[in-house]
């Protein structure tokens, strides 16, 4: 058993939170070699790692929703698939998406009086954005130095994820 391991068991944690991704799983296939019965969630939500030791059985975490059957995320991927039929499902395609999904919201609703400085007084004046499930409420400028407070856990089961829960929201807490 490694140091690392032997020394994360010694405190007998009911959660292990792993912040690396290959190594990451490393460390849990090493944990679940030596019987930890806790909880491992990693933020590495990655098809690359699906079926990878010590991935199978975790919980990841995530900011976004990630299960393809909600509505706003099935929409997301059919969009993509007319483009991309085989492309997998990954926090860079979600993120990347809604980026430019909230980026044409803030154009439609500046109206046709476009211009840079009437766009950002849209986006900064109030602006507000989240898709149902997917991604929680963010409003604009306050959002500029704030995260959106919400979180995704999805199981790894089978070489495939699996819902675990539904995204849930909350506030953000001012840290001085």
Do not use: R
Request: glycine content about 8%; some cysteine.
């Amino acid at each position: 058993m490694s140091p690392f391991v032997s020394a994360l068991l010694a405190e007998d944690p009911d959660v292990i939170y792993l912040q690396a991704t290959l190594s990451g799983t490393k460390i849990a296939d090493a944990l679940q070699q030596a019987d930890y019965d806790g909880v491992i969630i990693s933020p590495s939500f990655s098809p690359l790692l699906l079926g990878q030791p010590g991935y199978e059985g975790i919980l990841i975490n995530t900011q976004v929703g990630v299960d393809p059957e909600i509505e706003g995320l099935a929409h997301l991927l059919e969009s993509v698939h007319a483009i991309k039929p085989d492309q997998q499902l990954s926090l860079a395609l979600i993120t990347g998406y809604l980026a430019a999904d909230m980026f044409i919201k803030g154009l439609e609703e500046t109206g046709e009086d476009l211009t840079v400085e009437n766009f950002l007084a849209t986006m900064n004046g109030g602006f507000t954005y989240s898709v149902d499930g997917v991604v929680g409420e963010s409003t604009w400028p306050d959002n500029h130095s704030k995260p959106v407070p919400c979180s995704v856990l999805t199981k790894t089961e089978n070489a495939q994820f699996v819902p675990f829960q539904a995204l849930q929201c909350g506030t953000n807490i001012d840290v001085k």
